[in-house]
């Protein structure tokens, strides 16, 4: 195949005539067409530019009258190039390519990202988790909550036994109980992480003494599992663990905080839900205490929280409210996993 053209010698913008032969992968450039052929050399491409410029060694190019050809193209491409180039020419095999690709990285890019974070948690320092559970909650405090009506005595009869219950399920050191009345979030409890854990008025007036306690071990165990971390690391993404390789505590303390708030809106997984739910029984049995007092309260929380709203047992499961029942799975699931009895 012969391609005509102007060629260029180094650093000059004068062109002359001239033809390049591409043969079985090879190239030869003729710069006197009209002659015997005894100025042809075989050249080697350094790049193609366009559809039309050709460079090769020494900086010399050739500019091509017409399209070069393809194959002459993909001469100077790496394989990546010339599979980007491959997949730019629309059909439907290649989108069906195309697709798999994007579905294939995607996935790995996912688990990759889960396999990371999981290390992250494992690696991230105690105290910093504390901190940032003290910064979060100091942020939240004036716009959720208002000052507890729970009477001190109360109040300091459940702080004892939780961090009774703390110490039987070897949490250490136990998180501080604190009590607010709640702005609009209902009958709630809450574990910062790394603690404190929050327990509205509205949920202390719903429920006896042995269902609160149930509720500060469901709460102690997304701590000690370290979940509302987790959901923070999420949350914070990419920018953040690049904080935590490159230093910038304060910082990271400070976006991770500002996370929490996030994910008490996002909710806590069902797996997350599930796990708490299962360690909690634990350790209500690990300090003396009756397990099925969790699906009790659960039960007691679910009527208690749909006759306030006057909503059917369908529309008070479905709705996204914040209150401790509004996190997956479905109350019905969490009563029977706990050992309860559903109407």
Known sequence: MRITGEYFEPRSSRGQPAELEFSSGKLWLDPDPGGDGSKTVQVTITKVQGRNDIYFTSGRYFHAHDDLPAGLRRMAQSRLENAISWLTVFSPMRMLVLFLIIVTTLAGFRLAFASFTELTIATFPRDWETEIGSTAFERFEPLAFRHSQISRSYKDSLIDEGAKMAEAAGIKPAPD?????????????????????????????????????????????????????????????????????????????????????????????????????????????????????????????????????????????????HHWLSTHPGFRERIIAAGGEVD
């Open 177 to 321: 109980i604190l009590f607010r009345k709640a702005k609009f979030m209902g009958a709630n409890a809450l574990a910062f992480p790394g603690g404190p854990v929050v327990l509205t008025d509205q949920l202390i007036f719903a429920l006896t003494r042995q269902e609160v306690l149930a509720v500060i071990a469901h709460e102690l165990a997304h701590i000690e599992l370290r979940h509302s971390l987790h959901q923070v690391i999420k949350v914070a993404g990419v920018s953040t663990l690049a904080l935590i390789v490159f230093g910038a505590e304060d910082i990271i303390i400070e976006n991770l905080a500002a996370g929490v708030i996030t994910t008490w809106y996002l909710g806590n997984s069902r797996d997350f839900e599930r796990e708490a739910d299962q360690r909690a029984i634990e350790i209500l049995e690990a300090s003396g205490h009756d397990p099925a007092t969790l699906a009790k309260a659960l039960k007691t929380l679910y009527e208690v929280i749909c006759d306030q709203q006057q909503l059917s047992t369908e529309a008070c499961e479905a709705q996204g409210s």
